[in-house]
């Protein structure tokens, strides 16, 4: 090695110090699909320093290994983990096991094109409050609507009539957020994500409607690059597992006052059972026929990406994010500290008042192009607050 250039003099000065060894230790694999891609992007280079911390990415390869130890032979598992302060990768967990064939565990699920769910439903909104076209508590209608020939429907199949934004977002029910996709447009919400530092890549090259339900592809580790931006009350950072790669990006998600709104009401999700203390903002998605379970949070310091699902996007029947994605998100909170750390107070200019108080035009929402129609009689319908929370 000395002769070929791989070790400087020093290395090799202080290995011949060593103690001969006295016990077989395991060899260390820690985080092999970003090794792989680290050292694909510079072949030449023979060290790859990275901003990982060893403890926590040994930690959460061990749990994405115990995630799905009962759950199926071709199930696996993907947890991206960043400082959203620094832009700094602290953990990259591409497979629940890389050497597992039977899960694809050879592919890195962190940088695979799969479907969000509706972990980008809180960008519509954010994109909302910005316009001035909605506010938390502005009532927003939850009925039968269609665009042409485009219905879309809730998951559950049922309406719930007039109710809060706040409450829209939280439930994540699909009608609402396509009335406000019509409004700002879905190529704005595209645009959005791009100047947050993700890729999104559209079927056929163009945004219909159901961009907010799922209807693009995006990566893990992009869909955490968008929520740091959200974390960071709108000003984008790109993520980097690479010392020094990290950098503010130039051109703000959206205002300050529309990030923390959004945070705000994903904060007042109901947390699953044991969950570590404190406010997590955060969101679950199931993509359509249950091929990919979501869920993406963030504290005050970090963010954190969970996928679950197959890597040759069969299936998973009974899947959903909040099931099989947001335990995990919660766990992996939880090895990071104790206590989450808070989130950011409001930015002086957002306005916190209860719906009667808002300005008129604010106070209930009226799409432009959307046919409303009324309730048919004997539709299923729901009361406006549900007692459990609404896992999607």
Do not use: C
């Amino acid at each position: 090695m000395e002769g070929a250039g791989l070790l400087a003099p020093d290395r090799i000065a202080a290995a011949e110090t060593e103690p001969v060894p006295t016990a077989r230790r395991n060899f260390p694999v820690l985080a092999p699909h970003l090794s792989q891609r680290l050292r694909a992007a510079t072949p030449t280079q023979t060290v790859h320093p990275t901003t990982l911390d060893a403890g926590l990415q040994a930690s959460l390869e061990s749990l994405a290994a115990r995630s799905v130890r009962f759950s199926g032979d071709r199930l696996s598992v993907a947890i991206v983990v960043a400082d959203h302060r620094t832009g700094e990768i602290l953990a990259s967990v591409g497979a629940a096991d890389w050497t597992d064939d039977a899960r694809a565990g050879f592919i890195d699920m962190t940088q695979a094109l799969r479907s969000p769910g509706s972990t980008l439903k809180p960008f519509v909104y954010g994109l909302a409050f910005d316009d001035g076209l909605a506010h938390p508590e502005t009532l927003i209608e939850d009925r039968p609507t269609a665009y042409g020939t485009y219905a879309p429907q809730n998951f559950d199949r049922t309406f719930r009539g007039t109710i809060p934004v706040r409450e829209a977002l939280q439930l994540s029910l699909n009608i609402p957020v396509v009335t406000l996709t019509e409004a700002v447009g879905p190529a704005r919400l595209l645009a959005a994500l791009e100047r947050a530092g993700a890729k999104p890549v559209v079927p056929g090259g163009q945004a219909g409607l159901a961009v907010a339900l799922g209807g693009v592809g995006i990566s893990l580790q992009d869909l955490v690059q968008a929520y740091a931006a959200l974390a960071r009350l709108g000003r984008p950072v790109r993520l980097s597992a690479s010392p020094g790669g990290a950098a503010e990006l130039p051109q703000p998600l959206f205002g300050r006052e529309a990030a923390w709104q959004v945070a705000d009401i994903l904060a007042g999700l109901a947390p699953p059972p044991n969950a570590p203390r404190g406010r997590l903002a955060y969101k679950t998605g199931t993509s359509y026929g249950h091929r990919d379970a979501l869920a993406v949070g963030f504290d005050g310091r970090h963010v954190v990406g969970v996928w679950m699902g197959r890597a040759d996007g069969t299936p998973v029947p009974g899947a959903f994010g909040g099931d099989l994605a947001a335990p995990v998100l919660f766990e992996v909170f939880g090895r990071l500290a104790p206590t989450l750390t808070p989130l950011p107070p409001p930015p002086p200019a957002t306005l916190i008042v209860p719906n009667a108080r808002l300005p008129q035009p604010l106070q209930r929402f009226r799409p432009r192009g959307a046919l409303f129609s009324t309730v048919a009689p004997g539709a299923p319908r729901l009361p406006s607050r549900p007692t459990a929370p609404n896992w999607r």
